[in-house]
């Protein structure tokens, strides 16, 4: 059984960051590819952010820039550095891993909300 623990999030006023994390225990393959995804209430889940084993990455156009993505394999767990926060990067966040692709395996969600 996999299982994969957020944490990191929380209430952040505009212009702050946050650090999210998510670590991936239990039994499986080696991880290729580990992400996150969130979803704004009333919108559908949006990618945000995706590394490779080797590193590679690719960003939402959104969040480019102000948003870095790593991970740590030998600890299994993936991070996502927010700066910046903007009000419309309120949302549930879910971290993602997977073999060729994202979607094997999910987080349960963590709530991001940017607010004065």
Request: aromatic share 10%.
């Amino acid at each position: 059984q996999v299982q994969l623990v957020e944490s990191g999030g929380g209430l952040v006023q505009p212009g702050g960051s946050l650090r999210l994390s998510c670590a991936a225990s239990g039994s499986f393959f080696r991880i290729n590819v580990m992400g996150w995804y969130r979803q704004a209430p009333g919108k559908e889940r949006e990618l945000v952010a995706t590394i490779t084993r080797g590193l590679t990455t690719n960003y939402a156009a959104s969040v480019k820039g102000r948003f870095t993505i790593s991970r740590d394999n030998a600890k299994n767990t993936v991070y996502l550095q927010m700066n910046s926060l903007e009000p419309e990067d309120t949302a549930v966040y879910y971290c993602s891993i997977g073999g060729l692709v994202l979607g094997d395996y999910w987080g349960q969600g963590i709530q991001v909300t940017v607010s004065s």
